[in-house]
């Protein structure tokens, strides 16, 4: 078992910045590809980044590309999501979640562990 506990949410204005942070415990996470995802009120959840386990690897939603970046401090048992120039309408509660799968994907469905959430709010 894996618990993942998000952190580093907020408010922040259209065009601002904020770090998600993602800790684990447990089973050493190090074994595990880790991903945010989010999803917004009425939305199904989406895919926004994945890692790989050595952290050398990383993979976008294509929405994202560009203003977000993803790595993971295996020392730490942490992963972290860097936000800059963000929207309104990503205005969304989002996940930490870890995969017991050999290469990312993007589907929920592929991810075993999931934190609680972590709420970011964009203001226009």
């Known amino acids: 078992q894996v618990q993942l506990v998000e952190s580093g949410g907020g408010l922040v204005q259209a065009g601002g910045s904020l770090r998600l942070s993602c800790t684990a415990s447990g089973r050493t996470s190090s074994t595990y590809i880790m991903g945010w995802f989010r999803q917004a009120p009425g939305k199904e959840r989406e895919f926004v980044a994945g890692?790989?386990?050595?952290?050398?690897?990383?993979y976008y939603a294509d929405a994202v590309k560009g203003r977000f970046t993803i790595s993971r401090d295996n020392a730490k048992i942490t992963a972290y999501l860097q936000m800059n120039s963000l929207k309104p309408e990503e205005t969304s509660v989002y996940y930490c979640t870890a995969s017991s799968s050999i290469v990312v994907l993007t589907r929920s469905s592929a991810y075993n562990y999931w934190g609680q959430g972590a709420q970011v709010t964009v203001s226009s």
């Open positions: 890692i790989n386990r050595s952290g050398d690897r990383t």
